[in-house]
C-alpha cells in the first residue's frame, strides 16, 4: 500500500464557500481521492484553514506550515508521496508579501521534505507540489480588505511554484480555475470544485506511480 500525505490548508480541510462549515470526507478531494485511487492506496489529510508556508501569522496561532511540517511528516512515515498545496494565506495584506518569497517559502518546505527521512527505507517521500486556485474577486469588502493585491498576485503563483518544482525535481500541478469556487467567497472550492481536483490529483499519483 502507498502512503499519500495531503498538506495543505482550508482547502484540503474541506472548507465551505464562505466559511460556513466542513465539507464530510465523502465530498472533500481528499475523501474522494482514496475512491479513485482504491485499496492501494491511504490518504492522509493534514489541511488547516489559514495555514501559511513558513510565516507565524500576527493574529490567528499556529499556522505556521514549516513548524508542523517535520512532525507531520514523522507521525505518518513511512510516506511514499507528499502532495504540498500552500501560499493563498500567504497573499494576505498583513503579510505584504512579494510573490517570489511566498515561492521561496514554498521552497523550504520542499527542501525540509527533501531532506527528511520520512519515505520507505529511510528516504524522502516523492512531492507533488501543487498551485493553489487563484481567487476570484467575488466584490465581498473583507476579503478585499483582508487581501488587497493578493487577489491579483495569486495569478501569478502558478509560475514561479513552477520553477521551484524544476529547481528540485518535484511533480508540479497547476489546476489554475479548473477547480470552481464559491461565489461566497472566491477561494474555497465547490462541491465540484473538489471532485474535478480529486481528479487531477488522481492523474498525477498515476503519472507518478504507473505500476500502482
Known amino acids: 500500500m502507498k502512503n499519500i500525505l495531503c498538506y495543505g490548508d482550508s482547502n484540503t480541510y474541506g472548507m465551505k464557500p464562505g466559511m460556513t462549515g466542513r465539507y464530510t470526507r465523502d465530498i472533500r478531494w481528499t475523501g474522494l481521492l482514496q475512491k479513485l485511487l482504491g485499496d492501494g492506496y491511504y490518504v492522509i489529510e493534514e489541511g488547516l484553514g489559514g495555514r501559511t508556508t513558513v510565516w507565524d501569522d500576527p493574529i490567528e496561532e499556529y499556522k505556521n506550515g514549516k513548524t508542523y511540517l517535520l512532525p507531520c511528516l514523522e507521525s505518518h512515515k513511512p510516506l511514499d508521496l507528499a502532495v504540498i498545496m500552500?501560499?493563498?494565506?500567504?497573499?494576505k495584506k498583513r503579510f505584504s508579501l512579494p510573490v517570489c518569497d511566498i515561492a521561496s517559502g514554498m521552497e523550504n518546505l520542499i527542501r525540509t521534505i527533501l531532506k527528511s527521512d520520512s519515505g520507505n527505507s529511510g528516504s524522502a517521500p516523492q512531492v507533488l507540489l501543487a498551485a493553489p486556485v487563484p481567487i476570484t474577486d467575488v466584490g465581498i469588502r473583507d476579503w478585499r480588505l483582508m487581501f488587497g493585491e493578493g487577489m491579483k498576485n495569486s495569478l501569478l503563483l502558478a509560475e514561479e511554484y513552477e520553477q521551484v518544482a524544476k529547481r528540485n525535481h518535484v511533480h508540479f500541478l497547476n489546476p489554475d480555475r479548473s477547480v470552481?469556487?464559491?461565489?461566497?467567497?472566491?477561494?474555497?472550492?465547490?462541491?465540484?470544485?473538489?471532485?474535478?481536483m480529486a481528479e487531477l490529483i488522481a492523474q498525477k499519483v498515476h503519472e507518478i506511480f504507473p505500476n500502482g
Open 86 to 91: 500552500l501560499g493563498t494565506n500567504d497573499l
Open 180 to 196: 470552481e469556487v464559491g461565489p461566497e467567497d472566491g477561494i474555497h472550492y465547490t462541491q465540484a470544485g473538489h471532485r474535478k
